[in-house]
C-alpha cells in the first residue's frame, strides 16, 4: 500500500477548496463594494440633510428680516439649499471625462 505525505495531502485539499475559495473571495469583494457605495451614499443625504438645515435657518433669518411668514422662508431656504447642494455633490463626485 502507499500512502500520501503532508504535501501531497495539502495539494489535493487545495484542489479540492479552491474553486469554493474564489467564490468566497469574490462574495466578499462584491460585500466590501456594497459596503462602501453604501456609506458613500449614506454620507451624502447626512450631508445634504446638514445643508438644508443651515439653509432652513438662513431662510428663517431672511423672512424675519423681509417681513414673511417664518415657516415659509424656512421651507424655501432648505428646499434651496438641498438643491444647491444637490446639484454641487453631483458635479464633485463626477469622474472627470476624457
Not at 500500500?1 to 489535493?12: D, F, L, P, R, V
Not at 449614506?42 to 432652513?56: D, P
Not at 428663517?60 to 428680516?65: D, E, L, N, P, T
Not at 434651496?80 to 476624457?98: D, F, H, K, T, V
Request: proline share 2%; charged share 20%.
Amino acid at each position: 500500500m502507499s500512502s500520501i505525505n503532508k504535501q501531497q495531502a495539502a495539494a489535493i485539499v487545495d484542489a479540492l477548496l479552491a474553486p469554493r475559495t474564489a467564490e468566497m473571495d469574490a462574495a466578499r469583494t462584491k460585500r466590501e463594494q456594497q459596503r462602501e457605495q453604501a456609506r458613500a451614499l449614506h454620507q451624502k443625504k447626512r450631508g445634504l440633510a446638514i445643508l438644508s438645515v443651515i439653509s432652513g435657518t438662513i431662510g428663517i433669518a431672511v423672512a424675519h428680516y423681509t417681513g414673511q411668514g417664518l415657516a415659509q422662508g424656512y421651507i424655501c431656504g432648505a428646499l434651496l439649499g438641498m438643491g444647491i447642494g444637490s446639484l454641487a455633490c453631483g458635479m464633485w463626485r463626477r469622474p472627470a471625462r476624457n
